[in-house]
């Protein structure tokens, strides 16, 4: 009876963190396949960021195994919308703006019934 042939085993490379295209060469340099489940044109990925791997780095697999990658957290993590890059908040609208006057505010008499002696009632009123 023949023995079947020992496949050589290489260890997972790290590729959290990699673009999608580093990943994919990272994998190949160390005899590994890649499968993302979350982005079924993988070919087609360049600038997504792995952010989840199974197996973790280190662990030795038969040489052609296929490590998973994922590019997307999942809706438990926090994730579901990819990883972006924080976005500034907009510039304000309306161009340059100038600063306003302060409004004057002038008196006027309500009416002929006096407060006290020599006043009037007054009510204010911007002008």
Do not use: C
């Not at 023949?2 to 160390?30: C, F, I, K, Q, Y």
């Not at 999942?74 to 006057?101: D, H, S």
């Amino acid at each position: 009876m023949r023995n079947a042939p020992e496949m050589s085993e290489v260890p997972v490379p790290r590729l959290v963190g990699l673009m999608a295209v580093d990943a994919r060469r990272s994998a190949e340099t160390h005899g590994v396949l890649l499968a993302a489940p979350d982005r079924p044109d993988l070919h087609r990925v360049v600038v997504e960021y792995v952010v989840r791997q199974y197996p973790p780095p280190g662990v030795e697999v038969p040489r052609g195994a296929a490590v998973t990658v994922w590019f997307d957290l999942g809706e438990a993590e926090g994730g579901g919308t990819g990883v972006r890059e924080p976005r500034l908040p907009p510039a304000p609208g309306g161009g340059v703006r100038r600063e306003l006057e302060e409004p004057r505010i002038t008196h006027t008499p309500l009416g002929p019934f006096p407060q006290g002696p020599g006043e009037a009632l007054v009510r204010s009123k911007p002008v």
